[in-house]
């Protein structure tokens, strides 16, 4: 089977509307996670920290001040500001 050049373009067309949809779709997706009041994305893995003024992770904040994994210790650090 003999392909032209009006096929490869074809082709090359077909390519870049799947790309195309598949970009749009991952976009779609990224603009549809939801905000608590401060504008901190949950499901991204973000709280608010009332002590830094700013989303953070609660895994980091933890890990950056040498306290162990858990919620409550979260709470403390950015809520009672211990």
Known sequence: MKFTTK???LLG???LLVAGLASASATT???QLAKDNHGC???EGYSWCVKQKQCVRPSKVL???DLE???EN???FC???R
Do not use: C, M, P, Q
């Open 69 to 71: 994994l858990t919620a």
């Open 74 to 76: 979260f709470h403390n």
């Open 41 to 43: 994305v949950g499901e």
């Open 7 to 9: 096929k490869y373009g």
């Open 79 to 81: 809520e009672n500001n």
């Open 13 to 15: 067309l077909g390519f």
């Open 63 to 65: 890990i950056d001040n």
């Open 29 to 31: 997706e990224r603009t």
